[in-house]
């Protein structure tokens, strides 16, 4: 089975909307080239880091990791302290900018 995952800018931050993620590392960014070639999802302000967060997929699914970032990487409320694995319909949110997570029947997740 093919990994397909999107976030989705909930707030308009970023330089477009949808934000597919592939079968591996996504880095959340403020950079505009990031160390690593890796896809990224750009946020351009101060308050989120160099490596602020990434979601990779693994073990049949996607999961997110903060990167020790100041101002925090957030999973529906509740700020991440180790690797959590996405669902469908999560709510990510880096500092105060918010994206959704969509996975498709692919990978076994229902749309919402």
Not at 4 to 10: E, H, N, Q
Request: charged share 25%; with cysteine.
């Amino acid at each position: 089975m093919a990994a397909s995952g999107v976030l989705t800018d909930l707030g308009s931050v970023t330089a477009r909307r949808l934000h597919p993620l592939g079968d591996g590392t996504a880095l959340v960014t403020r950079l505009r080239t990031p160390p690593e070639a890796m896809p990224i999802v750009q946020i351009l302000s101060s308050q989120i880091s160099r490596r602020h967060a990434s979601i990779s997929y693994r073990a049949g699914g996607y999961w997110i990791e903060d990167h020790e970032s100041v101002n925090g990487t957030w999973l529906n409320d509740r700020r991440l302290d180790r690797p959590r694995r996405l669902q469908n319909g999560d709510v990510v949110r880096f500092y105060t900018y918010e994206f959704e997570f969509q996975a498709t029947t692919e990978m076994g997740c229902r749309p919402s």
